[in-house]
């Protein structure tokens, strides 16, 4: 067996996330350690990229907060991630949307994909 691959199913988490694409509008609640508290915050924002593979995969969550873009950057195999809601999936053509970060307004919004059950 390959060494990587055996570090990596040892490190994993049993965790099972709902499975989303860049442009989803997500809320990821995060648990953030304070001391001796520990608390839940709701991160809600357009997922703007996945990169990576295994245990290193990562998401990229964006949010505007008072008029300022921050960016969040979460491994998938945290075991800080309490939970993952999807909340619209996203319809874009790209992978990657880092063209986001230079547009303001009703420009920056993500059309929703609509699904027809036939």
Do not use: C
């Not at 055996?6 to 509008?25: A, H, M, W």
């Amino acid at each position: 067996m390959d060494l990587i691959k055996y570090v990596e199913e040892q490190t994993s988490i049993g965790k099972t996330l709902p499975t989303f694409r860049p442009g989803d509008n997500i809320v990821v609640s995060y648990r953030i350690v304070e001391g001796e508290k520990v608390r839940i915050q709701d991160y809600r924002g357009d997922v703007i990229q996945i990169k990576g593979h295994g245990a290193t995969r990562t998401f990229t969550v964006r949010k505007m907060s008072n008029g300022v873009g921050v960016e969040r950057i979460i491994p998938f195999s945290s075991p800080n991630i309490e939970d993952i809601k999807v909340l619209k999936r996203g319809l874009v053509r790209r992978a990657r949307l880092f063209y986001l970060r230079d547009l303001v307004g009703k420009k920056a919004r993500i059309k929703e994909r609509k699904f027809i059950k036939a």
